[in-house]
């Protein structure tokens, strides 16, 4: 069984930075993406970073140059840290993962898995 546990998330100001954790379990496959999405109340589910298993990386527009998606095998974690944060990037945040896809996509119907949330509010 696959399980996902994000953390880090909180209140900053605008302008400020958070990293964001997701430590995983149960992933068997060699192959696997792993991801983070955002959900703010009244909107979809927006993919934010993703990564796959030979360290590609991909970005949505509205966070690229501010938002680092990366990974710690060792550890079973992905990180996400994010500056710069502005108002706009308030949202719930998951983290997700696709074993089986090794290359890194931001579209949510191909992850599998999905962690419970870990909360993100940058107030102005």
């Known amino acids: 069984q696959v399980h996902l546990m994000e953390s880090g998330g909180g209140s900053v100001q605008a302008g400020g930075s958070l990293r964001l954790s997701c430590v995983f379990s149960?992933?068997?496959?060699?192959?696997?993406?792993m991801a983070w999405f955002r959900q703010a109340p009244g909107k979809e589910r927006e993919g934010v970073a993703g990564?796959?298993?030979?360290?590609?990386?991909r970005y949505a527009d509205s966070v690229k140059g501010r938002f680092t998606i990366s990974g710690d095998n060792a550890k079973n974690t992905v990180y996400l840290e994010m500056n710069s944060l502005k108002p706009e990037d308030t949202a719930m945040y998951y983290c997700?993962?696709?074993?089986?896809?090794?290359?890194?996509?931001?579209?949510?119907?191909?992850?599998?898995?999905w962690g419970q949330g870990t909360q993100v509010t940058v107030s102005s």
């Open positions: 997700a993962s696709a074993p089986g896809r090794p290359a890194s996509s931001l579209t949510p119907s191909l992850y599998n898995y």
């Open positions: 149960g992933v068997t496959d060699s192959w696997y993406s």
């Open positions: 990564i796959g298993n030979l360290g590609t990386t």
